[in-house]
């Protein structure tokens, strides 16, 4: 195996430029940026040991890389910005997630067209997406697999579910979680992280919480706002567009509105202590989601109101 | 110090067609030898070609990305002597079928345009 180890005393200002500049123009995974960094240190490593001055070297070595802008498109036609994920596990993911979500979906569209339903439908579109190769239905199946782990961990040990569940939930997981860096950029995990948001806002929903004296509670105006600005968060984040960073901090405030109104009226639940802490906990995390998911998305977002480039692709 | 530089002609340069179809022969003949990592698999270019092939060198991750996702080679990370993580790929067996189908096509058109230069 080949290896060269020159990189020590090179200028770090200019490559932190170049590095910018492919981020600006696509959002590369940092294990890409990373790779591209360590060809321009080597580059510049030996054209200064050839007797070039450091900072001329640099710019020589930046232009052989080629123009930053030139080198994001070429990446951004190969790699996707919500991350790449190879075809054998896409279809594994989806030939697994499929079948468990039909069979429901079909039931509960015999009640009419309720949120489980649309839900489920979602899961079976996304499953369908990955197998066309639709860059973002990644990020959303892990976001909503990983979150829903420990509620279906919860139930596995707590309420006697089918372990089977458990073992179909690792398997999902296992084929969708991005193993190595490259596998996520950031606006992939923007998406992970509003899935996140979107979870946490649903569990909130799904438990009646009443005042000590029996008012209706804030909790679930909250929640819905922020499930809310979750689906928009999410859409935004796949067109890639400065807006969806304004919904997922209106997400993060409302979830921890409600979270504060859980917290004061002392959750009044036919459940032990543990499971009202599972709950904070878990709706808490989502606030956290929010708020990171903000950030990223603004920094991912191509423009103020995005591009469809990457919708399809 | 004046400096000579040579400049090829339009004429000399081989064209970015031919080496944009060279390019997925020559990675996958260069990675057959060993796992390597973008700035070696470059330098290997230039080696090979005496410094006629000219990639532009940014160029070069696009398109190991792209035979990546065609399952034709893998990447992994290892820590060098600096301690930085380098990306490495290595041929998969589909690469090696790949190159290997590679080789005859190119064998068939040098042939056939040696022929034709020797008849002309």
């Known amino acids: 195996m080949k290896d060269e180890d020159t990189t020590n005393a090179v200028p770090n200002e200019p490559i932190e430029q170049y590095r910018k500049q492919l981020v600006a123009e696509a959002g590369l995974a940092d294990g890409d940026l990373d790779e591209i960094e360590d060809h321009l240190r080597l580059l510049t490593a030996e054209l200064r040991d050839s007797g070039m001055p450091a900072a001329e070297a640099v710019t020589e070595a930046a232009r052989r890389l080629g123009d930053p802008k030139q080198v994001a498109r070429e990446h951004a036609r190969v790699r996707s910005p919500f991350g790449h994920l190879p075809r054998a596990r896409a279809w594994s993911a989806a030939l697994l997630l499929v079948p468990p979500l039909l069979m429901p979906m079909l039931d509960a569209i015999g009640y009419g067209l309720t949120r489980g339903a649309v839900e489920l439908g979602f899961g079976v579109l996304l499953a369908l997406g990955m197998i066309a190769r639709v860059p973002w239905a990644r990020p959303i199946v892990f976001g909503a697999m990983a979150f829903f782990l420990l509620p279906t961990l919860f139930a596995t040990i707590l309420w006697g579910q089918s372990p089977l569940w458990l073992v179909w939930h690792l398997g999902v997981l296992a084929f969708v979680m991005p193993w190595r860096r490259s596998e996520l950029p950031a606006a992939g995990w923007n998406l992970v992280l509003q899935v996140w948001t979107y979870g946490a806002s649903t569990l909130a929903l799904a438990y009646q919480f009443t005042s000590s004296d029996g008012t209706i509670s804030v909790v679930m105006p909250l929640a819905t706002v922020a499930m809310g600005c979750a689906v928009v968060g999410t859409c935004g984040g796949i067109l890639r567009a400065r807006w969806g960073a304004f919904a997922s901090a209106l997400g993060a405030v409302a979830l921890l509105g409600a979270i504060g109104a859980m917290w004061s009226m002392r959750i009044r639940l036919a459940h032990p202590d543990l499971f009202a802490t599972y709950l904070l906990g878990l709706v808490s995390s989502g606030a956290v989601a929010a708020a990171v998911a903000a950030r990223l998305a603004w920094r991912t977002a191509r423009s103020t109101f995005g591009t469809l480039q990457h919708v399809l692709r | ?120």
Do not use: C
């Open chain 2, 1 to 120: 110090m004046p400096r000579a530089v040579r400049q090829r002609s339009n004429d000399e340069r081989i064209g970015k067609d031919l080496v944009a179809a060279s390019a997925t022969p020559l990675l996958l003949a260069i990675l057959q030898k060993g796992p390597s990592y973008g700035y070696a698999i470059i330098q290997e270019v230039r080696e090979l070609s005496g410094g006629e092939l000219e990639w532009s060198e940014g160029m070069l991750y696009p398109v190991l990305h792209r035979l990546e996702d065609q399952g034709l080679i893998e990447s992994f990370e290892e820590r060098g002597d600096t301690g930085r993580k380098r990306r490495y790929y290595r041929l998969r067996p589909e690469g090696k079928r790949a190159l290997a189908a590679e080789r005859r096509q190119w064998d068939v058109v040098h042939a056939a345009l040696a022929k034709a230069w020797r008849t002309a």
